[in-house]
């Protein structure tokens, strides 16, 4: 049985911004991006597929792909935070069969929507985890009362003058 595509996530506007090589291993930051003028906008969607999660990079209009980003884990080498904003991320596009690919900045105008990208790759790989875990396998105890089976409680409750 084939696995059915669901989306996880859309966002209407995201920003693409063509990146300079890291200088040092701490990490990339946005400030060293042309913010003000992004190489590209459009439509981001998070999509799993089984096991496999992917982000697309989709015009707003026809739909046509841009870019596509294979998720394995999270955080990971395919998505990362930059260091000096929430709102900026740098991914690893690839082509179709994994030949080529390239690292490049994607933004968004609110922090809200990068928080939302934030929860959506945690919750899906959150998921992953927990379904690849084996069920507990012990029986359930059973504590009803087996056929014919009574109790008998012994109650003393104190009667209030006054009261019937």
Not at 37 to 42: A, C, I, K, L, Q
Request: hydrophobic fraction near 35%; charge should be neutral; glycine fraction near 8%.
């Amino acid at each position: 049985m084939e696995d059915y595509e669901s989306i996880i996530l859309v966002k209407n506007e995201v920003f693409v911004f063509k990146i300079p090589p890291r200088q040092t291993n701490r990490g990339y930051r946005a400030a060293d991006w042309n913010l003000a003028g992004p190489d590209w906008s459009g439509r981001l969607r998070l999509v799993a597929k089984g096991q496999k999660c992917a982000l697309k990079l989709e015009d707003k209009n026809n739909g046509e792909l841009f870019g596509q980003c294979p998720i394995d884990q999270y955080p990971g080498p395919a998505i990362e935070a930059v260091s000096d904003s929430s709102r900026y991320f740098v991914i690893k596009i690839q082509d179709e069969n994994g030949s080529r690919s390239a690292f490049i900045g994607i933004g968004f105008s609110d922090r809200s929507d990068s928080f939302d990208l934030n929860v959506a790759l945690q919750d899906h790989f959150k998921w992953l985890k927990k379904s690849d875990e084996p069920q507990d396998l012990q029986p359930k105890l059973d504590l009803g009362f087996k056929d014919g089976q009574t109790i008998k409680i012994n109650m003393n409750i104190a009667k209030k003058r006054g009261h019937f």
